[in-house]
């Protein structure tokens, strides 16, 4: 088994939705894991994992944050041998949904533009109050 495999179910994932995405993307994982637990593990199945990781991320963002969390903190764990640009460009954008104040700077962006300054100000300051 090489991690072809795993690139060949995540672009099967990309046309479902919901719990199928879900579970294609939950096979293309397993595979992974096996992929990067062997001790021939190369650069191709760390990428093979780090993408699925990503994909999952990104399934469960809106409707399971603690899921996505959890992938997300596995996704951290990976030293890659050779980094690739792209994917530590999409690991990069991921970070900040997975600071604790996050949230907080989103809707002060949000309420700044749309004119509530005040409002802003307040979310910037309760972010100060949390000490982020």
Not at 34 to 58: P, V, Y
Not at 80 to 105: A, T, V
């Amino acid at each position: 088994m090489d991690s072809s495999r795993v690139f060949e179910l995540r672009r099967e994932a990309k046309e479902l939705t919901g719990s199928s995405k879900q579970n294609k993307l939950s096979e293309a994982l397993s595979v992974a894991n096996q992929l990067f637990s062997d001790s021939f593990c190369d650069s191709w199945g760390e990428k093979a994992l780090a993408w699925t990781l990503i994909d999952l991320i990104k399934h469960n963002l809106a409707n399971n944050h603690d899921r996505a969390e959890t992938y997300y903190q596995r996704l951290q764990t990976i030293q890659f041998e050779e980094p690739d640009e792209i994917l530590m460009g999409q690991i990069n954008s991921l970070k900040p949904k997975f600071d604790r104040g996050y949230e907080l700077i989103v809707k002060a962006e949000e309420l700044s533009k749309s004119g509530n300054h005040l409002d802003a100000l307040n979310k910037i300051n309760q972010l100060k109050n949390l000490g982020l």
